[in-house]
C-alpha cells in the first residue's frame, strides 16, 4: 500500500525558514521522481519543485527558485523540503505526491499535506 506522510509544516515569520519531510513507503522509491506542490484554497495546486531518481536533476517552479531546496535519501525513503527566505505568499499546504503506471495508465498518489503558514 502505498503511503506520503508529510510533516514540518507549522507558523514561520516572513524571512524564516521550515523544511517538510515526505516519508514513502510501499513502493519501490529510489526509481521515481517526486514532487511538492502547493495550494491555496479556491486555487489550483501548483507546482513547487521535483527531484530525479538520483537526485541528479532538480526543478523548481520560479516563484521559489534560490529559497528553496529539494532533496532525498533513497536509504530512508524520504524527500525534503528546505524553505528559506520565506514570503507570505508560500502560505500553502504543500503536498508530496508521484506518478506511476498502473495498467498502462498513469496514477498520482498524494500525500495528506501539511499546512505552512508564513505571517508575522
Known amino acids: 500500500q502505498v503511503q506520503l506522510v508529510e510533516s514540518g509544516g507549522g507558523l514561520a515569520q516572513p524571512g524564516g525558514s521550515l523544511r517538510l519531510s515526505c516519508a514513502a513507503s510501499?513502493?519501490?522509491?529510489?526509481?521515481?521522481?517526486m514532487n511538492w506542490y502547493r495550494q491555496v484554497p479556491g486555487k489550483e495546486r501548483e507546482f513547487v519543485a521535483n527531484i530525479t531518481p538520483s537526485g541528479s536533476t532538480t526543478n523548481y517552479a520560479d516563484s521559489v527558485k534560490g529559497r528553496f531546496t529539494i532533496s532525498r535519501d533513497n536509504a530512508r525513503n524520504t524527500v525534503d523540503l528546505q524553505m528559506t527566505s520565506l514570503k507570505p505568499e508560500d502560505t500553502a499546504a504543500y503536498y508530496c505526491?508521484?506518478?506511476?503506471?498502473?495498467?498502462?495508465?498513469?496514477?498520482?498518489?498524494w500525500g495528506q499535506g501539511t499546512q505552512v503558514t508564513v505571517s508575522s
Open positions: 510501499g513502493f519501490t522509491f529510489s526509481t521515481y521522481t
Open positions: 505526491q508521484f506518478t506511476r503506471r498502473r495498467m498502462n495508465r498513469p496514477v498520482d498518489y
